[in-house]
T-cell receptor, first 114, second 115 residues
């Protein structure tokens, strides 16, 4: 089955710096890759997602890149702010239907120091 | 639009008891998935329901079960609770888990503590 590995497990940056989180997946049939942000005491919140027919997607300070050949995808956060501090999860799935369940990485705890 | 709601938010049970958790999806969403989150194992898929039918199942014992009602609301049940069942149980809904509508939105979760 699918396996998703996520690195690093913890990341500390200064406010204003960039943060990069990387994930690799094993199932070449995976075609949907969301990223979630989870704050303490809350459920995961979708922040950006990308499908396999796209190589890069941006939304303000957040961008995701996908390399299908190498089976890895990355989250880039620019101009980090203290409110970006949270645990970030990457996930992969085969898309909708009966195979739409998400396989998650173990998470990255991001700390942004003022 | 209201988000995914889950009740109760917190629950304390003892070993051997059973528990039922409830999830109301975003209005119009037809697919409901359940996930278990623990510090050791992370986020793991339990099962997914669509049109009142279990369409996909993760690798959990038969003590974990669920159902979906005609209004898309879902419940999950855990029987004969074990200490290791202590976790945050998350429900996620999607518009229609087929084609390009697979984006899943999570609720706040139910934190279950088994003593």
């Amino acid at each position: 089955g699918e396996n998703v590995e996520q690195h690093p497990s913890t990341l500390s940056v200064q406010e204003g710096d960039s943060a990069v989180i990387k994930c690799t997946y094993s199932d070449s049939a995976s075609n949907y890759f969301p990223w979630y942000k989870q704050e303490l005491g809350k459920g995961p919140q979708l922040i950006i997602d990308i499908r396999s027919n796209v190589g890069e997607k941006k939304d303000q300070r957040i961008a995701v890149t996908l390399n299908k050949t190498a089976k890895h995808f990355s989250l880039h956060i620019t101009e980090t702010q203290p409110e970006d501090s949270a645990v970030y999860f990457c996930a992969a799935s085969r898309g909708g239907g009966s195979q739409g369940n998400l396989i998650f990485g173990k998470g990255t705890k991001l700390s942004v120091k003022p | 639009k209201a988000g995914v709601t889950q009740t109760p938010r917190y629950l304390i049970k003892t070993r051997g008891q059973q528990v039922t958790l409830s999830c109301s999806p975003i209005s119009g969403h037809r697919s409901v998935s359940w996930y278990q989150q623990t510090p050791g194992q992370g986020l793991q898929f339990l099962f997914e329901y669509f049109s009142e039918t279990q369409r996909n199942k993760g690798n959990f014992p038969g003590r974990f079960s669920g159902r979906q009602f005609s209004n898309s609301r879902s419940e999950m049940n855990v029987s004969t609770l074990e200490l290791g069942d202590s976790a945050l149980y998350l429900c996620a809904s999607s518009l229609d888990a087929s084609g390009a509508k697979e984006t899943q939105y999570f609720g706040p979760g139910t934190r279950l503590l088994v003593l």
